[in-house]
């Protein structure tokens, strides 16, 4: 299953945090074309390094549908960044 949202937070201190949320379905259809020539250019990386390109394919979506439920907390001096995919 494809990720549905995306939540990013941003805690600074003596701020107030910033929270966003994110659409992914949305943001997709309009990097569709991007997105396009990425896995175009994928399949041609895949011809010249001699890899089958459907097993790589496959692989990348086993990852994509394995994203929901995902947290990467960073730290970094006093700034968190925390982002989830739902």
Do not use: K, N
């Not at 997709?28 to 895949?46: E, F, I, K, N, Y």
Request: positive net charge; glycine residues 2%; aromatic residues 4%.
């Amino acid at each position: 299953m494809m990720p549905q949202s995306l939540t990013v937070r941003v805690e600074r201190p003596d701020r107030r945090p910033i929270r966003v949320w994110v659409p992914v379905l949305p943001v997709a259809l309009v990097l569709s074309p991007v997105v396009l020539l990425a896995v175009l250019a994928a399949v041609v990386a895949c011809h010249l390094y001699h890899v089958d390109a459907m097993r790589a394919l496959g692989a990348a979506r086993r990852i994509v549908s394995a994203l929901p439920g995902t947290r990467f907390d960073i730290e970094y001096s006093r700034t968190a960044v925390l982002v989830a995919i739902r």
